[in-house]
């Protein structure tokens, strides 16, 4: 790894910056996030201007293996790699895109949330995702009824669709709507959009 050019990357989807781990059950939001989306580059030691501040790695990748092990669930294998500029040192974890979807990880209230990765932040994921990471990349039978494809004519003219929205299209409940909504996620057929306001579908 060339550790000027991951620096000139900045922070995106797979990569972010830490000056350094000071809680690792904070840092597990972060690896559970890059777990449940494509994977991803956690470099310690670089600041969110892209300076380097450099570190000890031995005390970062302890807080780190620590929040993958116990504030992770399931737990997540990280994989590190020691970079140095001049006489700093700075430490790459690399969380890999998990075949165990979805991970959880431990919040302050004690309770397990999943989190994926959104450009370069680490988001609460809606029910719906859940499902959708749970049910993972297997083959999935679409039986298309009257609700279904009331959903697609209605994008078809529109640019997106809420579950609200698609509950009050179809007068459905908000439970059955989820369930066909993950179907159609999980078959391709429909992509979901994050936001920390409001979640939205797409063909």
């Known amino acids: 790894m060339n550790l000027q050019r991951l620096i000139q990357e900045g922070e995106h989807e797979q990569q972010d910056f830490k000056e350094a781990i000071n809680s690792s059950r904070k840092i597990a939001k972060t ?4 777990a449940n989306t494509r994977g991803g580059r ?6 969110d201007n892209r300076t380097i501040k450099g570190i000890q790695p031995a005390e970062e990748k302890h807080m780190l293996d620590t929040a993958a092990g116990f504030f992770c669930k399931p737990p997540i294998e990280l994989t590190y790699e020691v970079l140095e500029e001049g006489n700093k040192k700075v ?4 969380v890999p895109d998990s075949i165990n979807k979805p991970h959880y990880a431990q919040g302050d209230d004690d309770k397990w949330w999943v989190y994926i990765r959104v ?3 680490s988001l609460l994921a809606s029910k719906t995702v859940v499902d959708v990471l749970r049910r993972g990349p297997r083959n999935t039978f679409i039986e298309y009824g009257e609700k ?13 669709v809420t579950l ?3 509950c009050k299209l179809v007068n459905i409940s908000t439970w059955r709507a989820r369930k066909i909504l993950v179907n159609l996620v999980s078959a391709g057929v429909v ?5 920390e306001k409001v979640e939205f579908y797409t063909l």
């Open 119 to 121: 450009k370069d932040e």
């Open 91 to 94: 430490l790459v974890a690399t």
């Open 31 to 34: 690896i559970v996030s890059f």
């Open 191 to 195: 992509r979901v959009h994050h936001t």
């Open 42 to 47: 956690i470099i310690v030691g670089v600041r």
């Open 164 to 166: 609200k929205q698609f």
């Open 148 to 160: 279904e494809k009331a959903l697609l004519n209605f994008l078809q003219n529109n640019d997106r």
